[in-house]
T-cell receptor, first 111, second 113 residues
Framework: EDQVTQSPEALRLQEGESSSLNCSYT??????LFWYRQDPGKGPEFLFT???AGEEKEKERLKATLTKKESFLHITAPKPEDSATYLC????????????FGAGTRLFVKA | EPEVTQTPSHQVTQMGQEVILRCVPI?????FYWYRQILGQKVEFLVS????????KSEIFDDQFSVERPDGSNFTLKIRSTKLEDSAMYFC???????????FGPGTRLTVL
């Protein structure tokens, strides 16, 4: 069964304390992996798309990496405004394209 | 910057009533999606739509759900006879290609009483 698992469920950091979020997946026919940020009551906001193992992308304090079985979202020197839920989603092809989301990691950054 | 818009932002309805949720995709996008998120739970795929037909649907997307692109700009999700368990945030997303980045709208909060 196709599955996406994110860890940890919640993460509390001090401002400036770098860390990583994990997204592990078991899907057949992976076509892409997406990272989104979601604030309470809002729609997911796009961060990164990764397509192949070894790929890396960066944006401000965030860096996403991809291997054959997992992806990491590295947060360098976070600020309180980085507090949000970070969602990982994979797109699989099983005769048709289907996108599967993980449950997310809730990040709290304290000043 | 182009964005996906959704209306209404909040819909309250009585159980058994029909509701239509509307989405305006990014103008040059060809692939359209509906997702739902029950409060406190993960985002769940409902359906994908391309070239005026359903490409893929999940087991959640049963006969009470339907989608259409009635006028070439709007993309709609209809729930024929709402149930209490349909209460959720419904998100529309659009992309330029089948594996391209999906951009999400702000969502419609559906409350079924």
């Amino acid at each position: 069964e196709d599955q996406v698992t994110q860890s940890p469920e919640a993460l509390r950091l001090q401002e400036g304390e770098s860390s990583s979020l994990n997204c592990s997946y078991t899907v057949s026919g992976l076509r892409g992996l997406f990272w989104y940020r979601q604030d309470p009551g809002k729609g997911p906001e796009f961060l990164f798309t990764l397509y192949s193992a070894g790929e890396e992308k960066e944006k401000e304090r965030l860096k996403a990496t991809l291997t054959k079985k997992e992806s990491f979202l590295h947060i360098t020197a976070p600020k309180p405004e980085d507090s949000a839920t970070y969602l990982c989603a994979v797109q699989a092809y099983t005769g048709g394209f289907k996108t599967i989301f993980g449950a997310g990691t809730r990040l709290f950054v304290k000043a | 910057e182009p964005e996906v818009t959704q209306t209404p932002s909040h819909q309250v309805t009585q159980m058994g009533q029909e509701v239509i949720l509307r989405c305006v995709p990014i103008s040059n996008h060809l692939y359209f999606y509906w997702y739902r998120q029950i409060l406190g739970q993960k985002v769940e795929f409902l359906v994908s739509f391309y070239n005026n037909e359903i490409s893929e649907k999940s087991e959640i997307f049963d006969d009470q759900f339907s989608v259409e692109r009635p006028d070439g700009s709007n993309f709609t999700l209809k729930i024929r006879s709402t149930k209490l368990e349909d209460s959720a945030m419904y998100f529309c997303a659009t992309s330029g290609g089948p594996t391209d980045t999906q951009y999400f709208g702000p969502g419609t909060r559906l409350t079924v009483l």
